[in-house]
């Protein structure tokens, strides 16, 4: 049995040697991540690792491209800790209206490699997993965000 405080359910990306973490995302309008980005080449290889031992039943994919995280914008913030763009912002000048990229369904495994091939920038990954019926819990939903930039 999980108790959901219990978990705090962090999900891992790992390429290289290197692992990023990934806490639940709460606001809906605005990607959080962690301010150093996993690097690699496209296609873009890593292992994902989710934090339950039971494996999700449903599991997807998709990705946005954002500004270079060291660079201080109107639309992002970057800290000692997390960097986060918004989604949308209709009043800013120009106007934000980040594009998401699905890139499907995964296995519904707890953990596995994942191959991306996108064009050279900085990306937020986006995985949305959900548990079915986890003991007296009910569903759980989560939604984890990695930063990554592909190089030249």
């Given at each position: 049995m999980y108790l959901l405080g219990?978990?705090?359910p962090l999900a891992r990306l790992e390429l290289g040697g290197k692992i990023q973490?990934?806490?639940l995302k709460g606001d809906s309008s605005v990607l959080s991540t962690s301010?150093?980005?996993l690097t690699g080449d496209s296609p873009f290889l890593a292992h994902l690792y989710l934090p339950l031992e039971e494996p999700p039943g449903k599991l997807t994919l998709a990705v946005v491209?954002?500004?270079t995280p060291p660079t201080?914008?109107?639309d992002n913030v970057v800290s000692e800790d997390r960097a986060e763009w918004r989604t949308e912002?209709?009043?800013c000048t120009p106007p934000i209206s980040r594009e998401f990229?699905?890139?499907g369904e995964l296995?519904?495994?707890q953990d596995q490699e994942l191959k991306v091939p996108l064009e050279p920038g900085f990306y937020v990954l986006i995985v949305n997993a959900s548990w079915r019926e986890a003991e007296w819990f009910g569903n759980i939903d989560a939604t984890y965000q990695f930063l990554i930039e592909i190089r030249e």
């Open positions: 219990a978990i705090t973490v990934a806490k301010p150093l980005p491209m954002v500004s201080l914008q109107y912002c209709p009043l990229r699905e890139l296995p519904l495994l």
